[in-house]
């Protein structure tokens, strides 16, 4: 049995890292201030800042197992049997389609120009058959990009798994909330309007 493959952008890491340090140094400088008032007033902007850039460009990632792929969006996860998979398209992101509708991986965007202009003929070798389309592959299914190695990877699974055998449990498309995040979001929110207003 094949692991899981992991995919997460590096970009999102990066900025991640880079704002938790801006942060964690404005937070200190107000500390040794030792002004309260500013204190409480900038606090909590800071902290929501954070949170919302750590929600949107670290935590999401596409998880592909051997017989679903888990989409970890900003506030939701999907997780997505290979059964309901219909059709993997990456026009604009790693998008899934199912007979329940379609749904797009946040950590998985297509390429942007520059990208898609550097993109040599080799690079478009040797994928799974479903990536041509009409002889071609879009800038969104070459490797070596977000939604290229996503797609690359999970189209291989498909084409190499046994159909499964209709069940009762099969074509299975599961969505959950990040409840306790979106919560965070709304306190540091209440917080950072309460700090300015009082």
């Known amino acids: ?16 890292i880079m704002v938790s340090l801006i942060v964690l140094v404005s937070v200190i400088s107000l500390v040794a201030a030792a002004n309260l008032e500013a204190l409480l007033r ?7 800042f954070w949170f919302v ?6 935590l999401p990632r ?3 197992g051997n017989d679903a792929v888990h989409l970890i ?24 389609f199912t007979a329940h509708g379609r749904y797009v991986a946040w950590a998985a965007p297509a390429p942007g120009r520059h990208t898609a202009a550097r993109t040599t003929e080799s690079d478009a070798k040797n994928l799974p058959d479903s990536s041509y389309r009409g002889g071609t592959v879009r800038a969104g299914d070459v490797p070596r990009t ?3 190695d996503a797609a690359t990877v999970l189209r291989t699974r498909l084409a190499g798994r046994e159909p499964a055998p209709h069940t ?7 969505i959950r909330l990040h409840v306790v995040s979106l919560a965070i979001v709304g306190v540091l929110l209440v917080a950072s309007v309460l700090g300015w207003v009082l």
Do not use: C, H, K
């Open 62 to 64: 596409v998880i592909i």
């Open 168 to 174: 009762t449990t099969g074509e299975t498309v599961r």
């Open 73 to 96: 969006n900003v506030f939701r996860t999907i997780t997505i049997e290979f059964d309901a998979i219909s059709r993997v398209d990456t026009r604009f992101a790693l998008t899934l």
């Open 53 to 58: 850039v750590w929600q949107a460009f670290w």
């Open 146 to 148: 977000d939604s290229g």
């Open 1 to 16: 049995m094949a692991s899981d493959i992991i995919i997460r952008p590096v970009f999102g890491r990066i900025l991640s």
């Open 42 to 48: 900038y606090l909590w902007p800071l902290l929501l």
